[in-house]
């Protein structure tokens, strides 16, 4: 039993039909194909996840890692999974269903913390948690219709014309007619093949980071030319992480604590002698001195600031 979360330094869900979702379902159609005529598929590899397990902070509750690196991966086969489930559940084959529900959702709620948040193996940024749970819990593709109306013709069909459908309702959605129209078309023990070259086939490599690797420095390294992690979003996860989610709202925290220090002033560049960060880092950095009465080394204000 274990959560993956993305942290909140991540961005949200960018990944697409045309850029990604097109080429993944051909993979996977490859691999079920292969095992449809009894070739045994080479694993086909997605690249490597990085997370950082987290300690628990309150007593029972989900085990869980952020996601440093592979976000994008680890959603969209939950979308996927998704998917194939909503499927083969209209297609009434009972035999995968059942294997499906323990790779996108914990058991034994009663022992949570949170459960409407816990029982997801993935747990999205702020801004995609909304979608993401409205369609993961649907339990049909009759009842993921009801719950985004707007998102469908009268006669059923997903608009394509004149409307941004959520990124978890198109992926869904999406590999769930893919993989009808697929077991439709290849008779009783497609379904199996599917979902073997899912859970099988495709695979990652976990790098999990121990305790006192700084995940900051694993980031800019596996993301250098990508979105630029400053000390303080790795602050900012951190804290919010550590909240009793029990007793208090991560969301009502932000509003109202953390959300002035996104304010522009604070990122804006100020430089001391040879070193230029943003404001809300020399803040922090000032900050940890003044409690401390020690110095410091500002490369490691993240590590500094957890100590």
Same mark, same amino acid.
């Given at each position: 039993?274990?959560?993956?979360?993305? *942290?909140?330094?991540?961005?949200?869900? +960018?990944?697409?039909?045309?850029?990604?979702?097109?080429?993944?379902?051909?993979?996977?159609?490859?691999?079920?194909?292969?095992?449809?005529?009894?070739?045994? *598929?080479?694993?086909?590899?997605? %690249?490597?996840?990085?997370?950082?397990?987290?300690e628990l902070v309150w007593m029972?509750?989900?085990?869980?890692?952020?996601?440093?690196?592979?976000?994008?991966?680890?959603?969209?086969?939950?979308?996927?999974?998704?998917?194939?489930?909503?499927?083969?559940?209209?297609?009434?084959?009972?035999?995968?269903?059942?294997?499906?529900?323990?790779?996108?959702?914990?058991?034994?709620?009663?022992?949570?913390?949170?459960?409407?948040?816990?029982?997801?193996? +993935?747990? *999205?940024?702020?801004?995609?948690?909304?979608?993401?749970?409205?369609?993961?819990?649907?339990?049909?593709?009759?009842?993921?219709?009801?719950?985004?109306?707007?998102?469908?013709?009268?006669?059923?069909?997903?608009?394509?014309?004149?409307?941004?459908?959520?990124?978890?309702?198109?992926?869904?959605?999406?590999?769930?007619?893919?993989?009808?129209?697929w077991i439709q078309s290849n008779?009783?023990?497609?379904?199996?093949?599917?979902?073997?070259?899912?859970?099988?086939?495709?695979?990652?490599?976990?790098?999990?980071?121990?305790?006192?690797?700084?995940?900051?420095?694993?980031?800019?390294?596996?993301?250098?030319?990508?979105?630029?992690?400053?000390?303080?979003?790795?602050?900012?996860?951190?804290?919010?992480?550590? +909240?009793?989610?029990?007793?208090?709202?991560?969301?009502?925290?932000?509003?109202?604590?953390?959300?002035?220090?996104?304010?522009?002033?604070?990122?804006?560049?100020?430089?001391?002698g040879r070193i230029t960060k *943003?404001?809300?880092?020399?803040?922090?950095?000032?900050?940890?001195?003044?409690?401390?009465?020690?110095? %410091?080394?500002?490369?490691?204000?993240? +590590?500094?600031?957890?100590?």
């Amino acid at each position: 039993m274990l959560q993956y979360k993305e *942290p909140f330094y991540q961005r949200a869900y +960018v990944w697409t039909l045309k850029k990604q979702w097109e080429l993944l379902w051909k993979d996977i159609q490859d691999k079920a194909e292969e095992r449809l005529t009894g070739i045994a *598929p080479a694993p086909h590899f997605l %690249g490597a996840i990085v997370v950082e397990p987290q300690e628990l902070v309150w007593m029972g509750g989900v085990p869980t890692a952020h996601i440093i690196d592979g976000q994008q991966r680890l959603t969209t086969l939950q979308y996927v999974l998704k998917g194939l489930r909503l499927a083969v559940r209209d297609l009434d084959i009972k035999n995968v269903d059942i294997h499906l529900g323990t790779v996108l959702e914990n058991p034994n709620p009663d022992t949570m913390a949170v459960p409407e948040v816990e029982v997801f193996k +993935v747990w *999205p940024t702020f801004i995609d948690q909304k979608p993401f749970t409205t369609t993961m819990t649907a339990k049909s593709l009759v009842e993921l219709k009801q719950r985004y109306p707007d998102h469908f013709t009268q006669a059923g069909n997903f608009r394509k014309i004149g409307i941004t459908h959520p990124a978890a309702l198109e992926a869904v959605w999406y590999f769930a007619e893919r993989v009808k129209a697929w077991i439709q078309s290849n008779g009783g023990k497609a379904a199996e093949a599917l979902a073997m070259a899912v859970l099988q086939d495709l695979k990652v490599v976990l790098i999990r980071l121990e305790k006192g690797d700084d995940a900051q420095v694993i980031f800019e390294t596996l993301n250098g030319r990508g979105a630029e992690l400053n000390a303080t979003d790795l602050i900012r996860n951190h804290l919010f992480m550590r +909240v009793d989610a029990a007793s208090e709202s991560q969301e009502d925290l932000y509003n109202t604590k953390w959300k002035q220090f996104e304010a522009a002033r604070w990122k804006v560049g100020e430089r001391r002698g040879r070193i230029t960060k *943003p404001r809300l880092e020399w803040l922090i950095y000032s900050t940890i001195r003044a409690e401390t009465g020690q110095e %410091g080394d500002l490369s490691r204000l993240y +590590v500094d600031f957890k100590d």
